[in-house]
């Protein structure tokens, strides 16, 4: 296994099926750039005669597209910058929490990461798209879905407040499950 040893970025970058590692080799000699993701080699150029500029590529299950901008900042040093849909990582990120909700759990034994997507009320847990039922109740609604052998829901009821919208709630056997901050 040949040593990363030109490693010049590392970021952690969380979707809905989970947070992935993204690592960017530069060569500042050779003008080598490769791209890993979670591990996994996704982009490799030997030799390039431009040493900034971009490379793309997806990342995670729904493929969200993913770009290293490499500019020079002076003489021989460089700067990298990691956009995801277009949006530096940080405007990415503050977006995504307006859009998901987060619970981290632990089921006998076995640590769960579940995410709504509030816009297509989509429900991932552990990288997987769960297979849901939707209802009304009297006060809002319920998405019923099941993780082993738990049964789970998220309750969507209004705030009052038209600022605060909707506020979504992890039950899992009866209990609440307090939401995460990534």
Request: glycine content about 8%; some cysteine.
């Amino acid at each position: 296994l040949e040593k990363m040893t030109d490693l010049v970025a590392v970021w952690e970058v969380a979707l809905s099926d989970g947070v992935h590692k993204i690592e960017f080799e530069h060569g500042t000699t050779s003008g080598k750039r490769v791209v890993y993701v979670d591990g996994k080699e996704e982009i490799r150029k030997e030799w390039m005669f431009k040493l900034v500029g971009k490379e793309t590529f997806p990342v995670g299950a729904a493929k969200t597209r993913a770009t290293i901008n490499i500019d020079a900042v002076s003489g021989f040093a460089y700067e990298y910058t990691l956009e995801i849909n277009g949006k530096s990582l940080k405007k990415y990120m503050e977006n995504r929490s307006k859009i998901t909700n987060t619970w981290v759990l632990s089921l006998g034994g076995m640590d769960y990461r579940v995410v709504l997507e509030k816009d297509t009320m989509d429900v991932w847990c552990n990288g997987q798209k769960m297979e849901t039922a939707g209802e009304f109740v009297e006060d809002g609604t319920e998405t019923h879905f099941s993780v082993g052998n738990h049964s789970c829901y998220i309750k969507a009821v209004s705030s009052g407040k038209r600022k605060e919208g909707i506020i979504h709630t992890l039950i899992v056997d009866d209990r609440e499950i307090p939401e995460a901050v990534e």
